[in-house]
């Protein structure tokens, strides 16, 4: 069973529907005890990082994503999501995030804008990934195997706890983990095939 965060933030049922397609159980919840009794916890998210962050810790579950993560539960967060497992981003100011992994989340504009170059931000639509180690996420994947992005800032973190990356002008943290902790910036369920893989390999990651 997949515990999907339910914080107000993220296209829930779309998920839900992914995991159901695949003949895997979850379980849409707010509920500290129903997420403990999971077998791995999904942290969905779309928006702005700070809002993410407050809603969270108004229905009581910053605590316990971050103690159930550290116990050893398998967790994947979702694009917004995946941004919150970093220790801050900088997106409207400077704002702590979870700290499940390090790193920081940096805009994407002023990367390109740095290198001049000139892309469109937010970055939308399909974009290859280049695998940079194996993982269970991973290791059903091909080269050049393309997923859907909507975001505009992205994850600055050390290379060891990058899985993939998509260029956009510069390299884009696609995919990171550290021990079972795990994010995907790209959204899995709007990603057909390639999606629904990560998305089944996440389900058989135990603790």
Not at 14 to 21: A, G, T, V
Not at 86 to 100: A, I, K, T
Not at 108 to 136: F, R, T, Y
Request: hydrophobic content about 40%; some cysteine.
């Amino acid at each position: 069973m997949i515990g999907i965060i339910d914080y107000g933030v993220g296209n829930l049922f779309s998920i839900q529907r992914s995991l159901d397609y695949l003949g895997v159980k979850s379980l849409i919840t707010k509920e500290a005890s129903q997420l403990a009794a999971c077998q791995q916890i999904l942290l969905p998210g779309v928006g702005a990082f700070a809002d993410a962050k407050k809603q969270l810790e108004e229905v009581a579950l910053t605590n316990v994503v971050c103690e159930l993560a550290q116990q050893g539960m398998p967790l994947l967060g979702i694009c917004l999501g995946m941004q919150l497992l970093f220790e801050e981003s900088h997106e409207f100011g400077v704002h702590p995030g979870l700290g499940l992994i390090p790193g920081k989340v940096v805009s994407l504009k002023d990367a390109l804008n740095e290198q001049n170059i000139d892309l469109k931000v937010p970055h939308i639509g399909w974009n290859a990934l280049d695998i940079q180690k194996n993982s269970p996420l991973t290791a059903n994947l091909k080269p050049k195997d393309q997923v859907y992005y909507v975001h505009s800032f992205y994850a600055d973190c050390p290379k060891e706890y990058i899985l993939a990356t998509s260029e956009y002008g510069i390299e884009v943290t696609g995919m990171v983990q550290n021990k079972n902790i795990y994010g995907a910036q790209f959204h899995p369920e709007k990603s057909g095939d390639v999606g629904l893989a990560i998305l089944k390999a996440f389900a058989e990651v135990k603790a």
